[in-house]
């Protein structure tokens, strides 16, 4: 089992910047992938951003590319979304997640792992 904690959501206002934490423990062997998700009210989770084990690969869906940026520190254990120039369309809960491959990155169906979620509001 791998538990995953978030931390740093917040509110905000249109154009600040906000760092999000996630911090693993357990079997953190198996979260040689670690991405985020999120959920906007009446909308389904989509995907953020992931990042490989090596930190090298990393993936941003197209709505935060150049905005955000994912870190990972393997000898903590935590990853992190560092958001910049922030929209009130990034409003959502937050979520991290883990898995062993790295494959299919995108898709939270392929995830075991999951925070409970942190909360991001930018105001306009």
């Known amino acids: 089992q791998v538990q995953l904690v978030e931390s740093g959501g917040g509110l905000v206002q249109a154009g600040g910047s906000l760092r999000l934490s996630c911090a693993a423990s357990?079997?953190?062997?198996?979260?040689?992938?670690m991405g985020w998700f999120r959920q906007a009210p009446g909308k389904e989770r989509e995907f953020v951003a992931a990042i490989i084990r090596s930190g090298i690969n990393t993936y941003y869906a197209d709505s935060v590319k150049g905005r955000f940026t994912i870190s990972r520190d393997n000898a903590k254990n935590t990853v992190y979304l560092q958001m910049n120039s922030l929209k009130p369309e990034d409003t959502a809960v937050y979520y991290c997640a883990a898995k062993g491959s790295s494959s299919s990155y995108s898709i939270q169906q392929g995830y075991p792992y999951w925070g409970q979620g942190t909360q991001v509001t930018v105001s306009s």
């Open positions: 357990g079997r953190t062997f198996s979260s040689n992938t």
